[in-house]
Nanobody
Framework: QVQLVESGVGSVQAGWSLRLSCAAS?????MGWFRQAPVLERERVAS???????VYSDSVKGRFTTSQDRAKNTVDLKMNSLQPEDTAMYYC??????????????????WGQGTQVTVSS
């Protein structure tokens, strides 16, 4: 496993932007962002293998972007045009072992502490 530490504040109005950051204690095979709203399952927001282009969920495509700094072992999530339905706990995620898949919850072996993002209308 790897330690993941998230940073960023999370209360805005609809249409505003937020940036979350995540620092890993060492290199990873892949990293990603997931979110979980109350009574719903945790879902992927974006994920990417180290050195590859990110893949986004349909619900955030065109509004959210994620980028990785391989030298610093950090990943950012820039969220634009936020909507109330984006309100959730956001988690940084990584995989350093089998099955090496950051696109699904079952493939993650390391999680950040979570950051609450609240978007008011």
């Amino acid at each position: 496993q790897v330690q993941l530490v998230e940073s960023g504040v999370g209360s805005v109005q609809a249409g505003w932007s937020l940036r979350l950051s995540c620092a890993a204690s060492r290199g990873t095979y892949c990293m990603g962002w997931f979110r979980q709203a109350p009574v719903l399952e945790r879902e992927r927001v974006a994920s990417m293998r180290t050195g590859r282009s990110p893949v986004y969920s349909d619900s955030v495509k065109g509004r959210f972007t994620t980028s990785q700094d391989r030298a610093k072992n950090t990943v950012d999530l820039k969220m634009n045009s936020l909507q109330p339905e984006d309100t959730a706990m956001y988690y940084c995620a990584a995989a350093v072992g089998w099955p090496y898949d950051c696109s699904v919850v079952a493939g993650i072996d390391s999680w950040g502490q979570g950051t609450q993002v609240t978007v008011s209308s």
